[in-house]
């Protein structure tokens, strides 16, 4: 008796403790309600909200709007494989929907969010730099664009960076040809994030291991000219003179 006791309390506790769903009287308050519950931060009520709706009312007029309140709720709970799948429901099924700019930022961020570090392969980085490039050239003018242009740059930047870590791997392996490519790549492609000065310093020592010397003096000339102060101008001028009593 003491052990069923002590269960139902603990039971009843529970009950007492779980989240309760406010009473809806129409579908339009439904809508209304999940909206606050997004401000307010209540995401997973919100998402338990609108998912019964989405699903038994495709046909309504604003069920496009409750995919992309869903797509966002999921975002700030940070489901992103959810908030991606919710928000590619709309672009996909509802082109034409006033949330459709909404729905494209929130896409980026929800692939953005799954990219991995540098280091590692950046499938995602590159979905969400798409998306975000679509999203300025659909929607000129969204309320999100200044964003978007520093989420691009973002995603640039942890491009440059991959491509500045191979090279400098290919450098440390004495393969001074593989090398070049990436950091070529960075400075023809990335010339717009920090990365440009380590991709300049990449290619200098590149032809100071290849055998151009006097090239690669030059380069490293460039670099402390153009970066004064710079980590990277710094060690291009010990490699300058290091070359320069070589010569």
Not at 13 to 42: F, H, N, Y
């Amino acid at each position: 008796m003491r052990r069923l006791a002590l269960l139902l309390c603990v039971l009843g506790l529970a009950g007492c403790g779980a989240s309760v769903l406010p009473t809806i009287t129409s579908e339009e308050q439904r809508l209304v309600v999940a909206k606050q519950m997004i401000a307010k931060g209540d995401n997973s009520q919100a998402v338990e909200l609108l998912k019964g709706y989405v699903n038994s009312h495709l046909g309504a007029a604003d069920v496009d709007q409750a995919i992309y309140l869903l797509g966002l709720a999921h975002l700030r709970n940070h489901d992103w494989i959810e908030a991606a799948s919710e928000f590619d429901h709309l672009l996909r099924d509802y082109p034409e929907s006033d949330s459709s700019a909404a729905a494209r930022f929130g896409l980026a961020e929800s692939n953005f969010a799954q990219a991995r570090p540098p280091d590692f392969d950046q499938e995602y980085t590159h979905k969400a730099l798409d998306e975000w490039q679509r999203y300025l050239n659909d929607f000129p003018g969204h309320w999100q664009n200044a964003a978007a242009r520093e989420k691009i740059l973002a995603c640039r930047t942890r491009l440059a960076d991959k491509l500045v870590r191979t090279g400098v791997l290919y450098l440390k392996l004495h393969h001074p040809g593989p090398a070049r490519v990436y950091f070529e790549k960075v400075v023809a492609e990335y010339g717009d994030t920090v990365w440009m000065p380590n991709a300049e310093l990449g290619v200098a020592i590149c032809e100071a291991e290849e055998g151009s010397p006097n090239l690669a003096i030059q380069l490293f000339q460039q670099i402390e000219a153009r970066y004064p102060g710079s980590p990277e101008a710094k060690k291009a001028q010990r490699e300058r003179k290091r070359l320069e009593k070589e010569i």
